[in-house]
């Protein structure tokens, strides 16, 4: 025996890691120097729990690029000879997720090599020295804190806050120096965070100090709520569309679409990316994308969701939020066609075998559910003398069989899913011809005589049969002094008879011949014994 220890986990890892669409498609001018950074890599897992936790482990392709696997920033590893147009290649970034067992997964960067030109060459310059700003206790996550002004702003192509604190509170929009807020400074009342902020596109980085000061909340103030241009989104999702495809995109108006952020109503908008039953939101674009798998399901699903957009530059105010429903159907999917246990089936009947007589069974298998797995059984061709139950699959005799014809016909397996899906056996039936079996006796009724004092073993007579099939002989009732041999139908005798005795003069008995698929025939035996003079007269 043995001790089985069962464990049930809390959740499947069923997602690896995604990256986000705004930050995974950069592009920079093929003159830049090494360790210029290009972009700041956003990844999520939509896993929960543990199966969501993951780190980064490399960046691979083309060489040109290289990542710090701890903050998601991307630099540039090499200088490479300028180009006289733009390139665009794809390198990859693997992540680990920190399940057991953990699933690397892989996600696209798509970088474009801007040709370079003379006048990306100069230096940008900043317009102070020194950039102190005080930031409200309440400030929304998101919400713009200030600018860090850089001249000329077309020479800027990546601003990078420098501080390891500083850098998880504090974010710059690319291609700018706005200076944003990425997590809450509730409870930092009177703190001052000081770090460096440099910018630069080709050549060296330059830098400037700079200071948040963090003060008294303020009244709030309330921007106008965007609106949604309907309340309600249906989408029917298609099979083919349904591995990581976008479903569609709701898209909110408002006087600055740059602070709208996208969530499901009573959910926080903390990742790029929020899921619900498989739906995940991109909450920058709006754009719903469908993570779950294609598994085979009899009904049709529906999912109800409810989408929310606000401006991020005002708090979690119901009243400042706009919301729609968002319904996805996704119809019953038909993935497997029915399976034949086997290519042919065979059978053999007789041809005089009668309408409706039971031939054989087959049977198709569909792992499908619901209705997807339904099987109906037909003959394609329906001229043949067979039919069978549509739901059984017993095939019978239909009509009176041809017994010079063999029979190969093909049943069809059919499930009834839409588009339903069906396979195909071949049944083969041959017939086997009766020939009828003949039986007959030479005579009715055999009269031999047989002389006394004959020895044992003495031939009396044989009776003769006529047959197709081998026939056996038998004498009844069982006669002591005479043997009948069954095959060849001689009669002999089992002792000497003496005509003296008055038993011994005449015998009488039936011969039964019989032959398998014949009725048993008879003929009588009738035997006389004849007295010789064999003995002396008594005085």
């Not at 996550?141 to 020479?155: A, F, N, Q, T």
């Not at 440099?198 to 309330?222: H, K, L, N, Q, Y």
């Amino acid at each position: 025996s043995c001790f089985v220890r069962m464990y049930v986990t809390e959740s499947l890892n069923n997602n690896g890691i995604i990256c986000d669409e705004r930050t995974s498609t950069f592009s920079y001018y093929s003159n830049v120097i090494p360790n210029f950074v290009v972009s700041h890599l956003y990844v999520v897992d939509r896993d929960p729990g543990k199966q969501g936790e993951f780190k980064l482990l490399n960046l691979t392709g083309s060489g040109l690029l290289k990542m710090n696997t701890t903050t998601g920033i991307i630099k540039t590893a090499r200088i490479i000879i300028p180009s006289e147009s733009n390139i665009t290649f794809t390198d990859y970034v693997y992540g680990v997720d920190m399940a057991t067992p953990p699933t690397v997964s892989r996600c696209p960067l798509t970088v474009t090599l801007i040709r370079a030109s003379t006048r990306n060459i100069a230096t940008p310059q900043f317009r102070r020295s020194i950039y102190a700003f005080q930031l409200p206790e309440n400030a929304a996550v998101g919400g713009v804190i200030g600018v860090v002004d850089v001249l000329p702003h077309e020479l800027v192509t990546h601003c990078n806050v420098i501080n390891e604190v500083a850098t998880d509170m504090f974010v710059l929009a690319p291609n700018s120096g706005v200076l944003l807020l990425s997590k809450s400074v509730r409870g930092l009342l009177g703190q001052t965070f000081n770090f460096l902020v440099e910018c630069a596109r080709a050549g060296p980085f330059v830098d400037v100090r700079t200071s948040v000061e963090i003060i008294p909340a303020v009244p709030e103030i309330r921007f106008p709520r965007p609106r949604l241009p309907r309340p309600l989104y249906e989408y029917t999702l298609q099979a083919s569309s349904l591995v990581n495809g976008t479903i569609g995109c709701i898209q909110a108006t408002a006087t600055d679409n740059a602070f709208l952020r996208y969530s499901y109503l009573n959910q926080a908008d903390t990742s790029p990316f929020i899921c619900q039953s498989s739906f995940c939101l991109n909450v920058r674009s709006g754009c719903i994308h469908y993570s779950g798998q294609i598994t085979s399901s009899g009904t049709t699903r529906i999912d109800t969701l409810t989408v929310c957009v606000k401006d991020s530059r005002n708090a979690d105010v119901i009243d400042l939020l706009d919301c729609a429903q968002f319904i996805a159907t996704l119809p019953a999917v038909n993935l497997n066609a029915p399976r034949f246990a086997r290519a042919m089936y065979a059978s053999s009947i007789n041809a005089d075998t009668a309408d409706g007589t039971y031939v054989m069974t087959v049977r198709a298998v569909d792992h499908d559910s619901g209705s997807n797995g339904l099987v109906t059984y037909s003959i394609s061709n329906t001229a043949v003398p067979f039919r069978i139950h549509p739901d059984t699959g017993i095939l019978t005799v239909n009509g009176f069989l041809d017994s010079q014809n063999n029979y190969q016909f093909v049943v069809r397996a059919q499930d009834s899913g839409q588009p339903p899906q069906f396979s195909s056996t071949m049944i083969s039936v041959q017939l086997n011809i009766e020939i009828p079996v003949t039986l007959s006796l030479s005579q009715q009724i055999y009269t031999w005589t047989l002389s006394e004092n004959q020895p044992a073993g003495t031939l009396v007579g044989a009776v003769v049969t006529e047959s197709n099939q081998p026939v056996s002989l038998t004498m009844t009732p069982d006669d002591q002094n005479f043997i009948l041999e069954p095959q060849t139908g001689h009669l002999l005798t089992r002792k000497m008879l003496d005509f003296e005795i008055q038993q011994h003069r005449y015998f009488e008995f039936t011969v039964v011949a019989r032959a398998t698929g014949a009725v048993p025939m008879q003929a009588a035996i009738r035997i006389s014994v004849t007295d010789e003079n064999d003995n002396f007269p008594n005085l």
